[in-house]
């Protein structure tokens, strides 16, 4: 979602070194990115305070001019702070104000529009602070990532010497979501319409997903009477971007792979329950939903009896699937 923001910021600033300071696992997200000129990655330990001076003493040898903060923790403020970067933009939270030389209120509009807005405000503010114009929200936010080529070509050897026939059409399911079970479309409906995929139009069908996601991959697959490919927990996450890049279909839960999917280019159906499509939906996805009064909740686990999920048949979503996969891509669904 903050890709529109840093495609923005690479326009504003064609000729800047442009960095993106993010932690280590998301290197496989934007390994390929044009807008970008390095990755500056980090991973995390038990200790905060070693890991904000860490990171600061490792900025601050780039000798950065400008920190971007998309990012609304206090830690990431201090780390820009501890480092020197004589400008730091971000939103006044977790009391981050005093870190900041360039802090910006929460828009008032925060809970009505899409989270790619909330990141492109951070970006027209230092426009006009810089340039003194304004000319972010006049252009179509784009989520476009690319995928090299040595990528996509390794992502279609993994899936032959996984069986994968290259002259079907190929679907990927992602029956998982790492942050909320609540966001889960039930394990035995991937496993009708994965019969379903298989049986009426002859598709490949492969599961995809991180290590953590492989419970419920392996309840999917045991469900289901017509197996499918099992990648989830096989892959790295710049793997499992390749491979989305070569699959014709995404159908999954409200997960990060559903952002990843139309970013490189395939169609995508998300699944949606108790979150909010018009802040979160991926950009670029067709979603289904069942509305219940309780929906969005939000919550990561359901008190009650998980109707915003159970309600959608697989019947219902086969359809949208089949529909979506017939789609040429000037009918495909734009943000």
């Not at 495609?7 to 998301?26: S, V, Y």
């Not at 809970?111 to 929200?137: C, Q, W």
């Amino acid at each position: 979602m903050t890709i529109p923001a840093l495609r923005e910021l690479r326009r504003i600033f064609p000729d800047a070194r442009i960095a993106l300071h993010t932690r280590a696992w998301a290197e496989g997200i934007f390994r390929d990115a044009d807008f970008i000129d390095e990755i500056v990655a980090f991973d995390k330990s038990r200790s905060k305070i070693k890991d904000a001076f860490g990171q600061a003493g490792e900025l601050r040898r780039h000798g950065f001019d400008l920190a971007v903060l998309f990012t609304n923790s206090f830690e990431t403020a201090l780390v820009a702070k501890l480092a020197k970067i004589p400008r730091r933009f971000g939103y006044v939270k977790e009391g981050r104000r005093f870190l900041l030389t360039d802090a910006l209120e929460i828009p008032v509009w925060k809970n009505d529009r899409h989270e790619i807005f909330y990141y492109l405000e951070l970006v027209a503010a230092i426009e006009k602070e810089y340039f003194g114009t304004e000319s972010v929200f006049t252009h179509e936010p784009r989520v476009d990532l690319a995928v090299s080529a040595e990528r996509r070509r390794a992502a279609r050897e993994m899936l032959a010497e996984a069986g994968v026939d290259p002259g079907k059409t190929t679907i990927a399911l992602g029956a998982g979501s790492t942050n909320s079970r609540a966001k889960r479309w039930p394990a035995e409906y991937y496993a009708r319409l994965n019969d379903l995929l298989q049986t009426e139009l002859g598709a490949n069908v492969l599961l995809v997903g991180a290590r953590d996601e492989g419970e419920v991959a392996a309840e999917v697959f045991e469900k289901a009477e017509k197996k499918p490919f099992v990648l989830t927990g096989r892959t790295n996450l710049a793997e499992a971007v390749a491979v989305l890049s070569e699959v014709d279909l995404l159908v999954s839960n409200d997960m990060g792979l559903a952002h990843i999917a139309p970013a490189v280019g395939t169609k995508t159906l998300v699944v949606f329950g108790p979150t909010n499509e018009k802040t979160t939906r991926p950009v670029g996805s067709e979603i289904i939903r069942r509305t219940p009064d309780c929906a969005p909740c939000m919550l990561r686990d359901c008190p009650i009896d998980h109707r915003c999920m159970t309600e959608i048949s697989p019947a219902a979503v086969f359809a949208r699937a089949e529909k979506i996969i017939s789609l040429k891509p000037d009918e495909r669904r734009e943000f």
